[in-house]
């Protein structure tokens, strides 16, 4: 129990790390070299790291609302 509680912990903080650092080197390839593929996947992995995070949001009884 202490062992997943211990792994939750460090990737609750390893995600939104990796995350913030994937889109700063994709931004910093973007300012010298301009959008490339590389530059664009480093977003896109951000974005796919940052929405892992978040919970989903849970609908009713019939999927409304």
């Not at 609750?12 to 994937?22: R, S, T």
Request: charged letters at 30%; glycine letters at 10%; a positive charge.
């Amino acid at each position: 129990m202490k062992r997943a509680i211990g792994r939750w912990a460090v990737l609750a903080a390893a995600i939104p790390l990796a995350a913030m650092g994937a889109r700063r080197i994709g931004q910093a390839v973007e300012a010298r070299r301009g959008s490339n593929r590389m530059s664009q996947m480093m977003h896109r992995a951000a974005d796919a790291m940052h929405s892992m995070g978040r919970a989903r949001k849970r609908r009713g009884r019939f999927g409304f609302r």
